[in-house]
């Protein structure tokens, strides 16, 4: 599935907490990445992109050691691979001992056009790394680089990040709220039920705010259904 700029466009209008609700719809419940949140707390930016994804595993004396950032297979080469607009979903097993990225690297993501970082890790240099304009979404931020917990083994394979299984390609949408993994074949329909459900929701909001009760406004009884659908019609 390509991500449209029109589906990127829909995606980047609705809220992950509709886009879990839409998903549960379609029995998707493992969606939320737990533990990516906003690095900076109430960041209102949302995040739409594909997904690259990057995996660390338990740190290995002989193996987590600082010469290995200059290997062929590090996170530095992982983020040279990185192409424009995607997002960058790193695995790193809720790890929070240890920050996976740093300022300098995710200086080197925006500047490469990475839409954003979502880790169920720690990033390191909190101030520098707010300072690239990154959206970064993560548990927080601590001094420890990554070797002195973590092994990186790799990027764009199937991962396990906050509890929920990402594929390449499959759609990410971060907001204020945290993190949401779209699987690659149900993008458009998602996108089309979300914007919709917004629509709706909207307008329930405004009859809240007349004063009606939630009794078959919310959620919506057929009679509520064809009045909306009639007055949107309307315009």
């Known amino acids: 599935?390509?991500?449209?700029?029109?589906?990127?466009?829909?995606?980047?209008?609705?809220?992950?907490?509709?886009?879990?609700?839409?998903?549960?719809?379609?029995?998707?419940?493992?969606?939320?990445?737990?533990?990516?949140?906003?690095?900076?707390?109430?960041?209102?930016?949302?995040?739409?992109?594909?997904?690259?994804?990057?995996?660390?595993?338990?740190?290995?004396?002989?193996?987590s050691t600082p010469e290995s950032w200059s290997s062929p297979r590090s996170t530095r080469a992982a983020i040279e691979a990185m192409p424009?607009?995607?997002?960058?979903?790193?695995?790193?097993?809720?790890?929070?001992?240890?920050?996976?990225?740093g300022d300098i690297l995710c200086a080197r993501m925006a500047k490469r056009g990475v839409a954003g970082l979502v880790t169920d890790g720690m990033v390191r240099d909190g101030p520098g790394v707010i300072g690239t304009g990154?959206?970064?979404?993560?548990?927080?931020?601590?001094?420890?680089?990554?070797?002195?917990?973590?092994?990186?083994?790799?990027?764009q394979e199937t991962i396990g990040c906050g509890g929920v299984t990402v594929v390449p390609g499959d759609v990410i949408v971060a907001d204020a709220d945290g993190a949401v993994v779209i699987p690659a074949a149900l993008v458009a329909a998602v996108a089309e039920a979300a914007v919709e459900q917004e629509r709706l929701e909207a307008w329930i909001m405004r009859e809240v705010e007349k004063?009606?009760?939630?009794?078959?406004?919310?959620?919506?009884?057929?009679?509520?259904?064809?009045?909306?659908?009639?007055?949107?019609?309307?315009?």
């Open 84 to 101: 424009e607009g995607c997002v960058a979903v790193a695995d790193a097993m809720g790890v929070t001992d240890a920050g996976i990225f």
């Open 1 to 63: 599935m390509t991500l449209t700029p029109a589906l990127r466009d829909a995606l980047a209008g609705v809220t992950t907490a509709t886009l879990t609700t839409v998903l549960l719809k379609k029995g998707v419940r493992s969606c939320y990445i737990r533990g990516a949140r906003p690095l900076v707390p109430g960041d209102a930016r949302r995040v739409v992109g594909p997904a690259f994804t990057l995996r660390f595993t338990p740190a290995r004396e002989d193996l």
């Open 134 to 155: 990154l959206p970064v979404f993560c548990r927080g931020h601590v001094a420890p680089a990554s070797v002195a917990s973590l092994n990186f083994v790799g990027w």
């Open 211 to 235: 004063g009606a009760s939630l009794p078959g406004l919310y959620p919506p009884s057929a009679e509520t259904r064809a009045r909306y659908e009639a007055e949107t019609r309307r315009g």
